[in-house]
């Protein structure tokens, strides 16, 4: 394997990427960080920071505690998320067009649909901010009504159809995904020519598992982060760097 970062890399990248019918792409936050929004492992990542702020983000304590709700409630209002917008490297992934066979995202910012890239070839694997979704009654609605509603004074706005508890419908650890999404993510990693994986440390499961899958299925793997990622091991090219200028180069658009 080339030198992480190097021409070679670079090159055998764009050419496997050139040569591909079908690539499956996963994205991690720090194909966002460019956007304004942090990532959670990296240097100044959420967790990195603020360790004990990854046990609060589970499902049981967002429903078992009202402040851990008004907390979340409060830091979603003035969140970087909802004025956030796609950079380069969204926009260059945007461009693979009918080659794309899906991106999975484990992104809950919707920055991959501004940037362009068809809703039927995006799964958004841990859901996302744009949207509420009732806790009890299933329920969902656009995140601005709720925000509207925290905003004029409601810290922890029940559901207007049952009362029950509402949250961002992003899936939260202690819930599970949707098990139709993780099929469509693990079925394009064996079936995809290539594997483009970005800005993520592949520390996380089953989503990180696509890796594997792809190895296994004798696909090409390619990992574009700025650090060493769980997986590196698995690549067939590694490219060290930001997400945005490594993927203009290997994609050119
Ligand atoms: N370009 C390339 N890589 C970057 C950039 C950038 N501009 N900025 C940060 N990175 C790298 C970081 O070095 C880090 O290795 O992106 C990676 C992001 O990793 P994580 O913070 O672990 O994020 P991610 O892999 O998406 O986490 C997966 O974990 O906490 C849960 O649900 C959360 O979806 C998230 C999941
Ligand atoms: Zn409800």
């Known amino acids: 394997m080339p030198e ?6 670079l090159d055998l990248a764009a050419g496997l990427l050139a040569s591909a019918s079908s690539v499956a792409v996963l994205t991690g936050a720090g194909i966002s960080t460019d956007s304004g ?9 959420v967790w ?19 402040q851990v709700r008004r907390d979340a409630w409060r830091i979603r209002a003035s969140s970087e998320m909802f004025s956030a917008l796609p950079n380069e490297g969204h926009r260059s992934l945007a461009t693979l067009g009918d080659r794309l066979h899906t991106l999975v995202t484990q992104n809950i910012d919707g920055l991959h649909l501004l940037a362009g890239t068809p809703a039927d070839r995006l799964v958004e694997i841990h859901g996302t901010v744009h949207r509420w979704e009732c806790v009890d009654c299933g329920a969902r609605g656009p995140m601005s009504e709720a925000l509207e509603r925290v905003r004029a004074g409601e810290e922890d706005p029940p559901c207007e159809f049952c009362g029950g508890i509402i949250k961002s419908a992003t899936i939260l650890f202690g819930q599970s995904l949707v098990s139709a999404d993780l099929a469509r993510a693990e079925r394009a990693a064996a079936e995809a020519d290539v594997l483009l994986a970005v ?3 592949l520390t ?14 004798g696909r090409s793997v390619i990992i574009v982060n700025a650090e060493p990622t769980a997986l590196d091991h698995r690549a067939t090219v590694v490219l060290l760097g930001s997400a945005a200028g490594t993927l203009s180069e290997i994609l050119p658009g």
Not at 4 to 9: H, I, K, Q, R, Y
Not at 48 to 65: C, G, I, L, M
Not at 204 to 217: E, L, Q, S, T, W
């Open 4 to 9: 992480p970062g190097s021409t070679a890399a």
């Open 199 to 201: 800005g993520t440390s």
């Open 48 to 66: 990195t920071r603020d360790p004990a702020a990854e046990a609060r983000s589970n499902f049981s304590t967002y429903v078992a505690d009202p």
């Open 37 to 45: 929004i942090p990532d959670f492992r990296g240097p100044n990542g």
């Open 204 to 217: 996380v499961y089953p989503v990180a598992g696509m890796v594997d899958i792809a190895a296994r299925a």
